[in-house]
């Protein structure tokens, strides 16, 4: 079986701080990984992934993620985030077996205060 | 610049009645996905498509149907709404198959209250 843990469900953090949210996953095949971001009242939006290469991947509006194969991480950050980065962000893995499909953490939502 | 449309965005209905949740992408994308948005569950898979008339179930599939003969739309039905399946619903679509990944564009969701 495999899972995605996002052990934080909310983040609180003020404005041009740096934030780190961590995404650890279980899979018993190799797998990609993704973070997605959702606006109030908006469907999904892909931030950033990781499907071969460079650990380092960086995403839009900023934001990069680490990929740790031995630690089973893909941990996202942010040097300085705004008000606007205020959202619900999803950790995501896609399984590279035939079964297509994404599995998701349970979200993490980051509130940026002034 | 359609994209990938769903409808309607909010629904409210009653336990017992059926509802068909839309969607519709203008991508001619061959794989479809519906998910619902729970608190504490993140996005869950429902069911999924890999073309016209090929459907799968997902990891939630019980309570609901889905169909597909046009490419285009795939509609999710709720055959009698119970309140557990009071949820945000989003559809998604993906390129072709295969573990080459194909990135899943996701709608903008249907919020239902079943009371």
């Known amino acids: 079986a495999q899972s995605v843990t996002q052990l934080d469900s909310q983040v609180p953090v003020f404005e041009e701080a740096p934030v780190e949210l961590r995404c650890n996953y279980s899979?018993?095949?190799?797998?990609?990984l993704f973070w997605y971001v959702q606006y109030p009242n908006q469907g999904l939006q892909l931030l950033l992934k990781?499907?071969?290469?460079?650990?380092l991947v960086k995403g839009i509006n900023g934001f990069e993620a680490e990929f740790n194969k031995s630690q089973t991480s893909f941990h996202l950050r942010k040097p300085s985030v705004h008000i606007s980065d205020t959202a619900e962000y999803f950790c995501?893995?896609?399984?590279?077996?035939?079964?297509?499909?994404?599995?998701f953490g349970s979200g993490t939502r980051l509130l940026v205060r002034p | 610049d359609a994209g990938i449309t769903q409808s309607p965005r909010y629904k409210i209905t009653e336990t017992g009645r059926q509802v068909t949740l839309m969607c519709h992408q203008t991508?001619?994308?061959?794989?479809m996905f519906w998910y619902r948005q729970d608190l504490g569950h993140g996005l869950r898979l429902i069911y999924y498509?890999?073309?016209?008339?090929?459907?799968d179930k997902g990891e939630v599939p019980d309570g609901y149907v889905v169909s597909r003969s046009k490419t285009e739309n795939f509609p999710l039905t709720l055959e009698s709404a119970t309140r557990s399946q009071t949820s945000v619903y989003f559809c998604?679509?993906?390129?072709?198959?295969?573990?080459?990944?194909?990135?899943?564009?996701f709608g903008p969701g249907t919020r239902l209250t079943v009371l």
């Open positions: 899979s018993s095949v190799s797998v990609y």
């Open positions: 990781y499907l071969s290469g460079s650990t």
């Open positions: 995501a893995v896609f399984r590279m077996d035939s079964s297509y499909k994404l599995i």
């Open positions: 991508w001619s994308h061959s794989y």
């Open positions: 498509s890999a073309a016209a008339d090929i459907t």
């Open positions: 998604a679509s993906s390129r072709t198959s295969g573990n080459n990944y194909n990135e899943q564009f």
